[in-house]
């Protein structure tokens, strides 16, 4: 069996009257990411994760931000299609850890909702796919609220 490993990293940052859209999930929260599509930075780390472990590039390459195509898209789709060329290259997902820093809003509640949704897309089940999430201690622009990151591993398998 061969072995690949990913990893995938992400920011945004947040605006006033936004839609904060984080794992596939919407939260309620007074401000959102900004970005071309959705701008759900878990699930753009999860793809980036994804696409290097399989040595696909990264998500820039397949859904670039200066295409109208993708202004607005849910990332869920963009997750769906990424495993698709995944499975093209004969790859199946073993497991994915995930980490979320933000101030606010918390995190914790909206997790095993995140995992259910990420699972589905991926054929997987919720304990394959960790999701954590931390703050940055109010220091930088995640403590001040300007922006949320997400970091990323996956492995995949070929059997």
């Known amino acids: 069996m061969k072995y690949r490993i990913g990893f995938g990293y992400d ?3 947040l605006a006033e009257g936004r839609d904060l859209w984080l794992g596939g999930v919407q939260l309620t929260h007074h401000k959102g990411c900004v970005g071309h ?3 759900d930075v ?4 999860i793809c980036d994760a994804l696409l290097g472990a399989a040595s696909l590039r990264d998500i820039g390459y397949h859904f670039p931000n200066t295409s109208p195509e993708y202004a607005g898209i ?3 789709k963009l ?3 990424v495993y698709e060329l995944i499975q093209g290259k004969g790859y199946q997902i073993s497991n994915i850890d995930a980490t979320l820093c933000a101030e606010k809003p918390k995190i914790n509640p909206y997790i095993p909702q995140m995992q259910k949704v990420i699972a589905e897309i991926l054929c997987l089940t919720p304990d394959d796919i960790s999701i954590k999430a931390t703050t940055n201690e109010k220091l930088g622009f995640v403590g001040k609220e300007e ?3 997400a ?3 996956a492995l995949l398998y070929k059997l």
């Open 11 to 13: 920011v945004h940052p």
């Open 37 to 39: 599509s959705d701008a």
């Open 42 to 45: 878990l699930l753009h780390a």
């Open 74 to 76: 849910d990332s869920k």
């Open 79 to 81: 997750l769906a299609k």
């Open 147 to 149: 922006g949320i990151t």
């Open 151 to 153: 970091y990323a591993v």
